[in-house]
């Protein structure tokens, strides 16, 4: 069991929040530009309290920042509060199912219901979010969000800082380049070598 502090106040720091409590980790308190009224941790202030102040005796952190576009800022913060000393542990949260020849790195949550499967890798700041699906082989940059009931299929492989939206599918072993946007329902069928916004099925780029 470890001490942990949320970076981050919103929907899904209340969610990892959970996952930790479940796991029997405690939460000592969330910071966030502002006081989100977080319903269970108190609010230590800015992340300038992580930075550069006095150290804290908590060193165990996890992003609660969610994540709907291909902003790097999560992975930024990271590495900013990585260099002043903080850990950020892997948390699979206790309802996922994560087999055993999956690599994590740092920062990476996995979320109830998700599966992620053998021999695939997740980068840093990775989140594998509620009933998600990575299946065997896929390889993760850092990063990437595979929001809640998507499905990747083996193989697949998704480039840094790529946004997977909810429920869509990817299908076995299609190439997703960096900076990528997946539509909520999409299907991907081919290989994506293009950043940009893409919707539909089979997905095509609007932006
Ligand atoms: C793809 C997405 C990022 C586009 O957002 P946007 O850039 O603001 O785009 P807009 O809302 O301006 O839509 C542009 C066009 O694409 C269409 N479109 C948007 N999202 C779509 C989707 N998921 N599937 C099909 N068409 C979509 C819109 O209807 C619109 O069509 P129109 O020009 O004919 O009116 C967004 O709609 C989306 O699906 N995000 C994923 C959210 C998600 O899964 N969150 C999970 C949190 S756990």
Redesign the pocket.
Known sequence: MSDFIIVGGGGHARVVHDALETLGHRVTGYTDPDAKGHAKAPYLGTDAVLIGAPRSPVRDLVLGIGK?STSPGRLGLLERLELSGYRFPVIHARGSIVHQEVMSGIGTVTMDGAVVVTGTRLGRACIV?TNATVDHDCRLGDNVHV??GAILCGGVSVGDNGMI??GATLVHGVRVCADC?I????TVVRDIDQPG?Y??TPARR??
């Open positions: 709907v979010n929001a809640t939206g909810a946007v539509g909520a329902g999409a916004i919707v539909g609007i932006k």
